[in-house]
Structure formats: structure tokens, C-alpha cells
């Protein structure tokens, strides 16, 4: 496939992911709505992009295992220390407390919403403009399809976030999305993407709120540890590069 092609089909996949999410965010913006109702107003309009996309793959392609959802190659969760650092940044947000005040509504709504999210995002930016990308290289993928997914979360403002805020989730998000397009070209499936990324944002949104210098300290703590992980992670891609080319040039 021309790089040309390529182009075109990844700024269509990111414009109609943009489409979806500002919908979302200005929804509840300028309703007010707060709340669960929030929750599940943002979770039925991303739902909506998630159905629309596997409906038009199973027509398109007869199946949805294009876009990675499939079994992983046999090994890739051990190769990846079973994804334990992102595990860790996941649910370090507890340290907080749970916040367990909306009670079992409050916990499906959230629920909801990051299966959404977790969906959406992975298919695009992962199953699509990485698997795209992938022919030519997974550093090339995995750098145009996370700097798309960190700079995608400048829409957070549309959901009333303050900007200070926004760019500590863009730059936070790159490095993430750079794991996860490292994790989708190892392992070939989206699922444990999909997972992975549904359960941080859960955790995330149903956590306590800690004091500000907790925060710091906190978000200091996460992007060191995913900030290692990534350098585990490239290395050992690199390093199985090698491995693959030394056998061609046998």
C-alpha cells in the first residue's frame, strides 16, 4: 500500500475518532449534565463509533480479526513481563481511597464508559493507524499512532478539563500509547490493549482524590516506572529486529 494511502486513511481514522470524542465532551459541557448521566451519555456516543466500526469491518472484511482481535502470538505475555508495570501504574491511583460514594451505578456507569473509551481508542489508534503503519517499520507505527493518541487528548478541554491538566494527559498519553503500539506489534492482538487501557482509565475515575502534592508524587512515580517499561520494551523489540534480520541475511 502506497505511504499516500496510508496518509489518507489515518487522517480519516483520526478525524472520525475526533468527531465522536468532541461530541462526547461538548455534550455534557453544554447540557450540564454531571454524574452518572455524564457517564452514560459519554459512554453511549462512544459506544456508537465502537458498533458503527466493528459493524463495518465484519461487512467489509467478514470478521473483526483485522483489526487484532485475536489470541496473541504464543509468548508475548511472558516476553512482556505479563504487563505487571502497567498493572502497577493502574492501580497506584488507590492509594487514594476508593470512591465508592455513587455506589453500584456509579461503579457500572464509569464501567461503561472506559470499556468505551478502552474500544475506541485501541481500535483507532492501535488496530487501524498502527496496523497500518506496521508494514513500514513498528518505530514508525508506533511513533505516528501515539503522537496522534496524545495529541487526541487535547479534547479533554471539550469535556471542561482546565489546559494545565490537558497537557500533563497529552504528554502522559504519548508515552502510554507508545507501550501499547509496542505491546499491539509484539503480541499482534488488540485485546490486551483494549484491557489494559479500559482498566487504568476505570481505576482513574473511580479513585480518591488525593492531596495535590500527592499528585505529583504520584504521576512522578507512573511515568517513571512506564518511562522504564518503554525502554524494556523497545529494547527487547530491537533486539528481535536484529534477530530477524540476521536470519535473512543467512
Known sequence: MK???IFLKTALATILLLLFFFAQGAIV????IEGVPS???RGAVIWGLVIITLA??????KGISKLGFHGAEK???KRMLYFVPLLLVAFSPFAAGINLNGGAVFILANLFLTLGIGMA??????GIICGLWLKHGTIKAMIISSVLFGLSHILN???GAELFETILQICFALVYGMILALIFAEGRSLLPCVLLHALHDFC???????????EIILGAVQFIVLLAYFIYLLRMTARKSEREQACENR
Open 39 to 41: 457517564a452514560l451519555i
Open 29 to 32: 459541557v453544554i447540557t450540564g
Open 75 to 77: 509468548g508475548a505475555a
Open 3 to 5: 505511504q499516500e494511502r
Open 56 to 61: 463495518y469491518y465484519i461487512i467489509r472484511f
Open 157 to 159: 478541554i471539550a469535556g
Open 204 to 214: 482513574s475515575f473511580i479513585s480518591g482524590d488525593g492531596c495535590a502534592q500527592f
Open 121 to 126: 481508542e485501541e481500535i483507532f489508534f492501535r
